[in-house]
């Protein structure tokens, strides 16, 4: 091969490289593109309704027709919308999505999970699918994911509606997504996790005017362990109803911030928390010291579980004390500490006392340490289990990296009441 056909050959291959490397990148690309496209099936428009034309059907069809419980539609109607909360999100809802569109909004009820996320545009087919009314909840039943619906397209965020829970209770945002401002978790709530494992669980939100809203979290939630905020601020979330209740579903605990003072200043953070939802008096650290006989504390009910005592055993009151005392609270770093409680009480003998201290070491008799006796609103025998709130106690002179409370139960041979306490929660004012 000569030089001068050497060049010209590599000058051509270059420009023949040169070329196929653009109808490579070219073809490539526009295969890329169809690719990112949301895919297509061949699912029917027919009439298109809106949201608000359903929710209207619902109460010209069925709220208005003495014996209907719902409309099945049985040719091709469609409507378009964006999903506002998911399944797949945090695991809030089981087979089941909120859509919304300009005109209001709705929840959707599958046959099966699937691969719908917050933020798709869609287009529901609605042959063969039932409208109806549960509980107050406008629902669209039995849709196949992969056979009734159409994604147009995704990341299509929908604004929320800032309301107050004043308006929420008019019902009139009934599954929309709604921002609260200005809102805090409950002092009861406080300390507590989002729900139970593997159990739906309500929570309460308040604004400064003590209204309040319902909020209900799966028991399967990826962040149903995770601990209540205890300051004020904004809560985005899907608005419910089930019932006379208004309830408030979550999609993340991202959309919750509540990190300012709470209404009337304060932090509202909390030291200790009891409630017994886990029906066992002495976890979290709990434990009781009989110093007279053998009576011992144990857990009464089963719907609402408390802590129990009462010395009538065998058919005869037995001589008893006891102290039922908590783990060890550091209060050292606390501004203004309180103590409260529920408690409630039947028959006729001594009251349950409450004392704190902060000289315990957390295992020895009672009789080891100083104890000092608390005043709170004590129920009363009469009516029966009368359930009394204790009343904010005040445990400011009891700031200490060692305090203790304790609640002491004494009876007699002839005599002793039976009580039940709930609700224990130490925290700042």
């Known amino acids: ?53 359903l929710r209207q059907m619902v109460i010209d069809s069925i709220q208005n027709v003495v014996g209907a419980t719902n409309y099945r539609f049985t040719s091709d109607y469609t409507v378009y919308a964006t999903v506002t909360m998911d399944e797949n999100r945090a695991g809030n809802l089981y087979k089941s999505a909120y859509i919304q569109d300009s005109t209001g909004a709705i929840n959707l009820q599958f046959l099966n999970s699937g691969s719908l996320y917050e933020g798709d545009s869609i287009r529901l087919n609605l042959k063969g699918k039932l409208l109806l009314e549960y509980n107050g909840a406008y629902q669209i039943d039995s849709i196949d994911i992969e056979k009734d619906i159409v994604k147009i397209a995704t990341n299509k965020s929908v604004t929320p509606k800032t309301v107050t829970i004043a308006d929420l209770m008019t019902g009139a945002y009934e599954a929309q997504l709604i921002k609260l401002e200005d809102v805090q978790f409950i002092l009861g709530d406080l300390g507590k996790t989002y729900a139970d494992f593997e159990s739906n669980t309500n929570r309460t939100i308040e604004d400064c005017d003590e209204n309040q809203v319902l909020v209900r979290t799966s028991g399967w939630a990826t962040f149903y362990s995770e601990t209540l905020p205890s300051g004020k601020g904004s809560v985005i979330a899907v608005a419910s109803v089930y019932g006379s209740d208004i309830q408030l579903y979550i999609r993340s605990t ?10 009337g200043g304060g932090s509202g953070i909390v030291y200790l928390n009891k409630d017994y939802t886990d029906a066992n008096v002495f976890s979290g650290g709990w434990i009781q010291k009989q110093v007279v006989g053998t009576i011992s504390w144990s857990i009464y009910g089963s719907t609402n579980p408390a802590a129990s005592i009462s010395n009538y055993t065998g058919g005869s009151n037995q001589a008893c004390e006891n102290w039922l005392i908590s783990p060890v609270i550091n209060l050292a770093s606390a501004t203004t500490p309180i103590l409260s409680f529920r408690n409630c009480s039947g028959y006729t003998g001594d009251d349950l006392t409450v004392w704190v201290s902060t000289n315990y070491d957390g295992t020895s008799a009672p009789s080891s340490a100083t104890w000092t006796q608390l005043s709170f609103t004590l129920a009363v025998a009469d009516p029966y289990w009368s359930w009394t709130d204790s009343g904010p106690v005040n445990l400011t002179p009891y700031k200490n990296a060692t305090t203790y409370i304790a609640f002491k139960y004494t009876g007699t041979s002839s005599n002793g009441k039976t009580w039940e306490i709930d609700d224990i929660i130490v925290q700042e004012q």
């Open 254 to 263: 991202d959309e919750v911030s509540m990190d300012s003072a709470r209404c």
């Open 1 to 53: 091969m000569n030089k001068d056909f050497k060049i010209i050959y590599m000058k051509t291959a270059s420009k023949y490289f040169l070329i196929f490397g653009l109808f490579a990148l070219i073809f490539g690309s526009c295969v890329k593109q169809e690719f990112d496209e949301p895919e297509k099936t061949n699912v029917p428009v027919g009439t298109v309704l809106t949201i608000g034309d």
